[in-house]
Structures are given as C-alpha cells and as structure tokens.
C-alpha cells in the first residue's frame, strides 16, 4: 500500500499447468484492491490481465478489467481454471521463446518482458503459479530494476497440486487435487468388483 495513496496499476497472471484455485485467486486479489480504494489505501486502481502467462507478456496479449466488472468477479469463484489462461512459457528458455515466435533472434525474453510491464506502467504484478512462475517473476523484477531502474513489486501466490513450493506448508490447489485424486480412487476401488 503505497503513502501517500496512489494510482496503482495492477497485472495478473496465471501460469503453469491448471489448478482449481486460479480464478478463485483473481477475484479475490480484485476484490483485495478494491477494499483498499474503497477504504482511500489507494487514490486510484487499475487491473491489467495479460492473457496466458508470460506468453501474454511477451505477445503483448492483455485486456483491463474495467471498474463496472470489479464488483462481478464474485463469480469466477464457482469456476475451474483460468479466466486468463494459462501457459508454461520460460523467460529463461530463450531458444524455446524464439522457436514460438515470442521474441526475435536478437531479443531476450527477459529484455522483453520488462519492457511490457514498462510500456504498461505495471507498480505491482501478482503471479498466479508454482516455483517457476514466482521464481521468474521475481527475476523479471530485479531485472527491471537492475537495467531500467524500474520498480515493479513481485505478489506471487504459490498454486500447484504438487503442493511443492518450499518453504510453503501448503500450495493453492493441492488440497483439492488429494481430495479429488482420493475420490477417484474410492470410486475405482469400487467398481473394479463389477467386472471379473
């Protein structure tokens, strides 16, 4: 929360491979920013979705929430997935970058990335992801500031169902994949007397 209150510019992202919490994630970070402009924590908000992860980053594929959807997104929690979508994009895999068609034979990833967030005028990226998605968010973020000497603030939330993200107890997602991976079982377990 910034002092004295400013405009912030607000970037979204879900990454990895899917999980039932993502948009679940993203309504309750909208919601989260919101209650802070309501209650003058902020002057002003905006909310920036780039569309399929680090892809939408380096495609430049993104679209602004507008501020007579904010008080809808209570309904992205009764839905799997991602509103955004996702992608297993790598900034540190440049070859693969390339090959995709990313970024040009003369371009980093990285070099590109930080200067979306830049042109965007992104203050705080929220990223929505396992290990790899945080770890290269924050990354992107010395980067800018290291090269551009931008700040943008790394929220990353840790969602994988392989609930493998040190030092956190437990990931968003990972309860529900045991839950479902036990049911599943339970119903196999079941059935496999129907058939001799």
Known sequence: IMSPP??????LMTSGGLAPCLSSSIAHLITCWKNALDNGLVSGLTF???????KGILTNDSFLVGESQWGKVDSLHKLGGSP???SRVKLTNIKDCVKRGFVGENETPLE???QRLIADKINVIHTIGGDDTNMQAAELSKYILDKH???????GMPKTIDNDVYPIKQTFGADTAANQGAKFFENVVSEHSANP
């Open 6 to 11: 400013q405009h912030v510019n607000v970037a």
């Open 48 to 54: 920036r979705c780039y569309r399929d992860g680090y």
């Open 84 to 86: 955004i979508g996702n």
């Open 112 to 114: 590109k990335a930080a």
């Open 149 to 155: 000497g931008g700040k943008v603030i790394v929220i």
